[in-house]
């Protein structure tokens, strides 16, 4: 099992960046798969980028280019860079992990893929 708590979201204009970490505790292994998964009001969720233990990462097309993915096993934190904002990067920022060891990719993340979620960080994006 693993807990896991998001920091980082807030408020910027089109063209900034964000920070978003995620920490993760309480567990003895460490997950192979993490990822970030994102959802805004009245849209359905989307897989933003995702993270194997061998280092493999996938991104959403959306955000190819402008997010990026990393991981700090030391301080057992997953991050994602993100610039080049849009307004329609806004939503709920979720962090999930799972200790599978094969990894969906970013365009099949699912709620049911991740075994383990934090509770989220908002990210709003203005024009």
């Known amino acids: 099992q693993v807990h896991l708590v998001e920091s980082g979201g807030g408020s910027v204009q089109a063209g900034g960046s964000l920070r978003l970490s995620c920490a993760a505790f309480g567990h003895t292994y460490t997950p192979f798969c993490m990822g970030w998964f994102r959802q805004a009001p009245g849209k359905e969720g989307e897989g933003v980028a995702v993270?194997?233990?061998?280092?493999?990462?996938t991104y959403a097309d959306s955000v190819t280019g402008r997010f990026t993915v990393s991981q700090d096993n030391a301080k057992n934190t997953l991050y994602l860079q993100m610039n080049s904002l849009k307004p329609e990067d806004t939503g709920m920022y979720y962090c999930?992990?799972?200790?599978?060891?094969?990894?969906?990719?970013?365009?099949?993340?699912?709620?049911?893929?991740?075994?383990?979620w934090g509770r989220g960080t908002q990210v709003t994006v203005s024009s």
């Open positions: 999930a992990a799972d200790f599978g060891h094969v990894c969906p990719a970013a365009a099949t993340m699912t709620w049911g893929r991740f075994g383990y």
């Open positions: 993270i194997a233990g061998d280092g493999m990462t």
